[in-house]
């Protein structure tokens, strides 16, 4: 069932040997020691492990490792450095959008994707793109804050 | 002798944050289970200043803390109290939370208790002074100056006449080998630099970018993977496991089972999760469940310990005199902590050490529960923790680390076990279900002469604490005890008032004996408490039955204010004698601009949209802070939706050390609550819990219409430093209540309150005012 898989992860190229079947997400973490997408549910139903594929944001939890093929994912770390962090990443440092941090690939990425393909997005828009989306610290005030900081500055 | 005495009052502080966050009728039991706490001291001598401290010869200061972080700002604020007490920027300080190899045993962090077990003068923050008035001294022979002379900027010690020593010349690595001083200076509010300024979290970065180690994350040389097998319904035991069912799946490297635990082993995580869903595991039933409909009757009738909190031996009779007597009984179902990320733990148990990477509140219980489950000493046993997604109390951290070392110990390898959504909405600690049973009399001026207040709560395990493994799933399973009820008649009751969980309303007296502790003016009162046994395991969530209570009472003093026909804030002032209590109540409805006038609006419309304001407040378990809060909401009488649209907070804590932190965890505190009021419900059928993940179980997802949130933070620099996490969330079931029937006339007795429970309430009222 194992075989030799490749698949492009943040700008890199990895072989892992695993089953195909394997979730995604499993491979992120325990194959490539991945932080950023996280198990949460392992239903598709809180957010914890998104990844970006192909500009969409993408339950990991759900998807089999096969399935991705040559299409490259992006994490919250593929996104950007403590160092050097994304605009929406530096959005949500200076809000401070957070509590436990937990759920944070799945509000960061999904709003990212969202206003990189509307970056008009309206507040109903953005709400509704974040109804799948949980944050069980319930930091929402500053998440919303965060999400319209960086649509103002990306205008 | 002095040592003994003082190490007991050191354990005792830690210790009573075990009794403050569990529920009123878990006060006994949990005295007896942790038995006397000198007894489980740990080889970290919190008497001694290097226990807290150490200063390297490059000024670094490292700082060690039995109080850890879960996302509420423990890391960074507990920082900068080190920083602040020693003089340094914070970024000299490196925080040390919670191994049982290296940090004091401060029992569980929790109830609230961090900020005021390790902010007021002992603990760490006495540690701290003890070390800069140590360091000030020793700077004073060395420069031969008095020590009155010196001055500290960020780590050096300098003279008038510019002569300075740093930090790391004076002590760099070497012990302090001294006592916390009990009468080392704190530095005052006034003097702040550090504290008292708000910090934004420092893990936020590592957080946003993906970098931040969880629990979840950690890997050890060696590692595989553990998944657990749970009963499908409490109380169900094991009766054949078929390890032939699973030989196919690759990988595998165990079927474990002990007693009723059983759990699989694999190479991989995907492997180990395919072992647990195929493994065929005979069951045998546990006892029926109640019927969830008639569940608050079932619980009204079950055997109870009871505790009398207080009790004028008047009510009777005064309620017989009084010109009105109302009566009301509030309901409140079992909520789960429900945590964002499903619970994880690491454990390598060999055979003669075990090392644990948990992200349990409780590091030291659980070193003492991985002892008992793996017959070793709990010398050999290191916890160690590591965060994990906020828990709001008892989630599944415990009985994860539980699961991990009874795996790792079958297969003498270090073993990570993921429990999936469904193993913890099944199994966890739930907040209690509560029914609570108002009356009250009042006389003919309308001012509430008599309040009887009788209350039922259900519990079954809890936290483990130091001796009782048996009081989360795993260890019940693995064939420990679980704590459970002992019935006992309530006895008058002597000594100080207790709170009780806020069981005690604030508007009460609260006299025992003559000495009144409460914070209210009503001198006839009766307040008894039932425990009754829960057929769930039952544990701490967030403002435990403090939420509950508060609830009851505040909705109850709506209903009464609206009888006679006074505003709901003019009349809880009248009632009220405690002045933080009242400066909170001012402050928000001041802050609210609140409508003054009786509740219900006496011209709302019977169809459409309308709108109305509620107010809460409470005295978290009697003096350990202070918040009031009022709600706006919008409610749909045609679809009975219930939208806040406003918030407004007022909250004393005592010294504010950190404004931003603060605001977060009121922010997220309220909207919590809103989640919690307005969805949350645990479910079952006949034999097993039905709310298993996030379509069954509700709630509020990050796509809501957020209401506006308006904070009025009260500083005192001169009070007790109270704790802040858990005091706002206290309120929002009864605002959100109270604000619904102002706007509609209905009062809704029963959280959550779902469309159906409103559209109930407002056929009712509908068909009573006409």
Redesign the interface.
């Given at each position: 069932?194992?075989g030799a898989i490749s698949l492009k992860v943040n700008g890199h190229v990895h072989t892992v040997d695993?089953?195909p079947?394997?979730?995604l997400l499993?491979v992120l973490?325990?194959e490539l020691?991945?932080?950023?997408?996280?198990?949460?549910?392992?239903?598709a139903?809180?957010g914890?492990c998104a990844v970006i594929i192909r500009g969409q944001t993408v339950r990991s939890c759900v998807v089999p490792v096969g399935a991705v093929k040559q299409q490259e994912v992006t994490?919250?770390?593929?996104?950007?450095?403590?160092e050097k962090?994304h605009a929406i990443?530096q959005a949500?440092?200076d809000e401070?959008a957070?509590?436990?941090?937990?759920?944070?690939?799945g509000?960061?990425l999904t709003a990212k994707a969202l206003l990189d393909e509307n970056p008009k997005a309206s507040d109903d828009q953005i709400?509704?793109?974040?109804?799948?989306?949980?944050?069980?610290?319930?930091?929402?005030?500053?998440?919303?804050r965060a999400i319209k900081r960086y649509q103002r500055g990306r205008a | 002798m002095k040592k003994e005495i003082s190490r007991r009052e050191f354990v005792k502080t830690s210790g009573a944050l075990v009794v403050c966050f569990s529920t009123a009728s878990f006060i006994d039991p949990f005295a007896i289970a942790q038995g006397p706490f000198d007894t489980h001291m740990s080889h970290v001598d919190p008497e001694k200043l290097d226990s807290w401290l150490a200063v390297a010869s490059d000024g670094t200061v490292t700082a060690y803390t039995g109080k850890c972080d879960?996302?509420?700002?423990m890391f960074t604020v507990q920082t900068q109290l080190v920083a602040e007490e020693l003089c340094v920027s914070i970024n000299k300080v490196k925080l040390i939370q919670c191994d049982t190899s290296v940090t004091p045993d401060q029992g569980t962090t929790s109830g609230s208790q961090s900020t005021p077990t390790n902010f007021n003068a002992r603990n760490l923050a006495q540690a701290a002074a003890t070390a800069r008035e140590a360091l000030v001294g020793m700077a004073a022979q060395k420069l031969g100056v008095p020590a009155d002379q010196l001055t500290i900027e960020n780590g050096v010690v300098s003279a008038k006449s510019g002569r300075h020593v740093r930090y790391g010349e004076l002590i760099g690595d070497k012990h302090f080998d001294i006592t916390v001083s009990p009468s080392a200076k704190r530095r005052s509010p006034s003097e702040w630099k550090v504290l008292g300024k708000p910090v934004?979290?420092m893990?936020?970065?590592?957080?946003?970018?993906?970098?931040?180690?969880?629990v979840?994350?950690v890997?050890v040389p060696g590692m595989v993977?553990g998944r657990v097998v749970r009963p499908p319904e409490i109380g169900a035991t094991v009766a054949n496991v078929d390890e032939k069912s699973v030989q196919h799946v690759?990988g595998l490297i165990k079927v474990v089972v002990r007693n009723n635990f059983v759990g699989v082993v694999a190479e991989?995580?995907?492997?180990a999760a395919q072992a647990a869903k195929v493994l065929k595991v005979t069951w045998k039933p546990g006892p029926a469940l109640p019927a969830q409909k008639d569940f608050y009757d079932y619980m009204r009738k079950l055997p109870s310990r009871e505790v009398m909190l207080v009790n004028s031996n008047d009510v009777e009779s005064r309620l017989k005199s009084a010109s009105r007597v109302l009566k009301a009984t509030y309901v409140h179902p079992y909520q789960a902590h429900?945590?964002?990320?499903?619970s994880?733990a690491v454990a390598d148990v060999q055979e003669h050490y075990a090392t644990v990477w948990s992200a349990t509140q409780s590091v030291y219980p659980t070193q003492h529960g991985v002892s008992a489950l793996t017959g070793l000493p709990p010398d050999s046993v290191r916890v160690i923790f590591v965060?994990?997604?906020?828990c709001?109390g008892l989630n599944a951290a415990d009985t994860v680390s539980y699961d991990a070392a009874l795996l790792s110990q079958a297969v003498h390898r270090p073993v990570r076990v993921?429990l999936?959504?469904q193993d913890e909405f099944i199994s966890e600690n739930y907040g209690s279900a509560c029914v609570i049973a108002q009356q009250a009399g009042v006389d003919a001026s309308g001012t509430i002469d008599v309040w009887d207040c009788e209350t039922w709560s259900v519990s079954f395990g809890g936290r483990p604490g130091y001796e009782r493994p048996g009081n989360v799933i795993a260890g019940m399973l693995a064939g420990f005890d679980p704590e459970t009820i002992t019935p006992r008649t309530a006895v008058e009751p002597t000594g100080e008032l207790r709170n009780g969980s806020n069981a005690v309303p604030s508007y009460v007296a609260g006299c025992i004996t003559g000495k009144c502790g409460g914070t209210g003016s009503i001198r006839s009162e009766r307040v008894l408490t039932h425990a009754v046994k829960s057929p769930f395991f039952t544990g701490p969530l967030r403002s435990p039955l403090r939420l509950q209570n508060t609830f009851a009472h505040e909705c109850f003093m709506d209903e009464i204010s609206a009888y006679v026909k006074a505003d709901p804030v003019a009349y809880r002032l009248q009632h009220l004698r405690e002045t933080r209590m009242i400066d909170v109540v001012k402050a928000v409805a001041k802050a609210a601009n609140w409508d003054d006038r009786p509740s219900p609006k006496h011209d709302h419309a019977r169809t459409g949209t309308v709108t109305g304001r509620g107010i809460a407040c409470v005295a978290y378990e009697g003096d350990n802070g202070y918040a009031a809060l009022v709600a706006e909401v919008e409610v749909d009488q045609a679809s009975a939706r219930v939208q806040p649209r406003r918030f407004v907070v007022a909250q004393d804590c005592g010294p504010i050390s950190n404004p931003?932190g603060l605001r977060?965890?009121i922010?997220?505190?309220?909207?919590?609550g809103?989640?919690r009021a307005l969805g949350e419900e645990i479910t079952w059928d006949d034999r097993k819990v039905t709310s298993t993940?996030?379509?069954s179980y509700n709630?509020?997802?990050?796509?809501?219409?957020?209401p506006v949130?308006e904070i009025v933070l009260i500083d005192r620099p001169a009070a007790r430093a109270n704790g802040a996490g858990e005091t706002a969330i206290t309120l929002a079931a009864a605002a959100i209540g109270n604000a619904i029937f102002d706007a509609t006339g209905a009062r809704i007795r029963e959280v959550p309150f779902t469309s159906g429970r409103v559209k109930a309430a407002l056929s009712l009222c509908t068909g009573m005012s006409k």
């Open positions: 069932m194992m695993v089953d079947e394997t979730p499993y973490n325990d020691h991945m932080r950023g997408p996280k198990f949460g549910c392992g239903l139903q809180c914890a994490t919250l770390e593929g996104l950007g450095t403590p962090p990443q949500f440092i401070g957070t509590q436990c941090g937990f759920c944070l690939s509000v960061i709400r509704d793109a974040m109804s799948s989306v949980l944050c069980r610290c319930f930091a929402h005030v500053r998440i919303m | 879960f996302g509420q700002g934004p979290s893990d936020r970065v590592a957080l946003m970018t993906g970098t931040f180690e969880f979840h994350n890997q993977h690759p991989k995580q995907w492997q429900g945590s964002m990320g499903s994880c965060r994990g997604s906020g709001y993921q999936t959504r931003d977060n965890q922010e997220g505190g309220v909207l919590q809103t989640s993940d996030w379509q709630t509020l997802p990050l796509g809501i219409e957020v949130l």
